[in-house]
Each structure stands twice: as structure tokens, then as C-alpha cells.
């Protein structure tokens, strides 16, 4: 029988499609990136696949970041293709939840309100 790698908690996973992507192993990821301050990864709704994935992303002072940029820095990484966000949010801060972590059900409702818009 095969083993399983279970990676971050049930409610971080993103459903794209099918493929279940651990946010925490993309925010690791993108925490390497040299112009990365802070990052949440978070589900956004599509109508085809369920869910895409967003990162809202804090710069280093001074840097900035695309979308391209930041996914082929992720691709020379080995990150599959699936596994890639579909969308980058540059932000000045991330909000907390009361326990002091990042609290990305609000982060999960702005990104859908801006897609709606």
C-alpha cells in the first residue's frame, strides 16, 4: 500500500478541479522568493475548476512582484503546473484573527468580492 504525505491542515487545502493544493506548501515556496516579505495563499471561486488559488503577497520594502514573475520563479522550483496561483494580490499587510494568525476567511471573501466586481 502506498503512504500518504499529508501537508498543513484539511481547511488549507485548495479543491482545483479536483487537485487538492496544500496553501502551505506554496506560501513556502513563495516565502523563498527574494522580494517576498509575507505571504497567504487562498481559495478563490471559479465556475469550471471550483477553486483557484490567490496569493496575497506583502513586498520587502522597495521590491515588487507579478503574477509572471512569481510563477516562473515557482516553475524553476519544480512546482507542478496545476499547483501555480492564478492570481496575485500586493498587499501592505495581512489581517489577523484574534490568535494572531493570518486570517484568510477574510482574505478568501475580498478576493471573491473583487472577482464579482
Known amino acids: 500500500s502506498g503512504n500518504y504525505i499529508v501537508e498543513g491542515r484539511k481547511k ?7 487537485e487538492k493544493i496544500s496553501a502551505e506548501e506554496i506560501e513556502n ?14 481559495p478563490m471561486p471559479d465556475p469550471v475548476l471550483g477553486e483557484r488559488m ?3 503577497v506583502i513586498p ?3 521590491r515588487t512582484l507579478t503574477l509572471r514573475a512569481l510563477t516562473s520563479f515557482l516553475t524553476e522550483k519544480g512546482l ?8 496575485l494580490e500586493l498587499t501592505d499587510d495581512l489581517p489577523l484573527s484574534k490568535f494572531g494568525k493570518v486570517a484568510k476567511n477574510v482574505l478568501t ?9
Do not use: W
Request: hydrophobic residues 45%; charged residues 25%; contains cysteine.
Open 12 to 18: 488549507d487545502l485548495i479543491n482545483r478541479g479536483g
Open 29 to 42: 515556496l513563495i516565502l523563498s522568493h527574494p522580494a517576498v516579505l509575507n505571504v497567504a495563499c487562498v
Open 54 to 56: 490567490c496569493a496575497f
Open 60 to 62: 520587502k520594502s522597495g
Open 80 to 87: 507542478a503546473k496545476f499547483k501555480l496561483p492564478e492570481r
Open 109 to 117: 471573501k475580498q478576493v471573491a468580492e473583487k472577482i464579482q466586481a
